[in-house]
């Protein structure tokens, strides 16, 4: 198995000055840094938006999940723009739906229920990428 399989690139919107963006952000650092460390790389939209060319391979070489805060979808449409895979597009907005009890706040720093929100999406998020780790796992198995 190679060192990218099984593994996920996480791309957060940036969405500096909205709740839902800060929501983004946070619920990527809760998944990549704490809950899947192991099967994810989180990737800074800005790096995309700058040109990096070495963030640009990662992304082309390793499905992505998308987080996004509203209907600009600025990470999903840059992912596509620097020629990765959306294999999974999250949204803010969505969450909130689901959890209307979870109304995110404040900007430099998240209320309670904005912090919450993110766990729960990075959550849901970590479900999706055991999934996808666990159908290349059986891949590599088909192929050995
Ligand atoms: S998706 Fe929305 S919140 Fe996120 S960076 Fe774009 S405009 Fe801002």
Do not use: W
């Not at 619920?27 to 938006?49: F, G, I």
């Not at 700058?50 to 391979?57: I, R």
């Not at 990075?122 to 059986?138: F, K, L, N, R, Y």
């Amino acid at each position: 198995m190679s060192k990218d399989q099984g593994r996920v690139v996480v791309v957060p919107c940036s969405g500096i000055g909205k709740p839902s963006g800060s929501v983004s952000r946070e619920a990527a650092y809760e998944l990549c840094e704490s809950l899947r460390p192991q099967n994810t790389e989180l990737v800074a939209l800005s790096k995309l938006v700058l040109g990096d060319a070495a963030t640009h391979e990662t992304v082309a070489r390793t499905p992505c999940v998308a987080i996004d805060g509203c209907q600009q979808m600025c990470a999903s449409k840059m992912v596509k723009k620097s020629g990765g895979t959306v294999i999974h597009a999250v949204a803010v907005l969505d969450a909130f739906r689901r959890h209307r009890e979870l109304k995110a706040e404040g900007i430099a720093e998240l209320n309670d229920a904005g912090r919450k929100l993110a766990r729960v999406m990075a959550q849901e998020m970590a479900d999706t990428v055991d999934a996808i780790a666990s159908a290349e796992a059986a891949k590599g198995e088909s192929h050995a």
